[in-house]
């Protein structure tokens, strides 16, 4: 059983900068893929990046493009999303989640298999 819990949300403001974390516990990360996905009020979970298990293939949304990075550091069990230029529209609760590496597929929402708790963004001047 693989347990993710992510930190580093927070008050913010547009334009300014975040790094999120997703520390991973129970099992071996290095065999997992890892998404982003966030959910803003009122609106259904979107993904927004994901990462394989090397780190090597990478996803973005059109929405993030440009100014989200995803990283991942297996021996600190930890994936990163370092988040640039933020906008209102960036807003919701972050959750990080963990596919069973069946292939690369960018994590679909759906073929999720854990997910953590999430943390909340607020972007606000």
């Known amino acids: 059983q693989l347990q993710l819990v992510e930190s580093g949300g927070g008050l913010v403001q547009p334009g300014g900068s975040l790094r999120l974390s997703c520390v991973t516990s129970g099992a071996n990360p290095e065999y997992y893929i890892i998404g982003w996905f966030r959910q803003a009020p009122g609106k259904e979970r979107e993904g927004i990046s994901c990462i394989s298990t090397t780190g090597h293939l990478l996803k973005y949304s059109d929405s993030v493009k440009g100014r989200f990075t995803i990283s991942r550091d297996n021996p600190k069990n930890t994936i990163y999303l370092q988040m640039n230029s933020l906008e209102s529209e960036d807003a919701g609760v972050y959750f990080c989640?963990?596919?069973?590496?069946?292939?690369?597929?960018?994590?679909?929402?759906?073929?999720?298999?854990?997910w953590g708790k999430g943390t909340l963004v607020t972007i606000s001047s």
């Open positions: 989640a963990a596919q069973r590496n069946r292939g690369w597929s960018g994590c679909p929402r759906d073929g999720m298999d854990w």
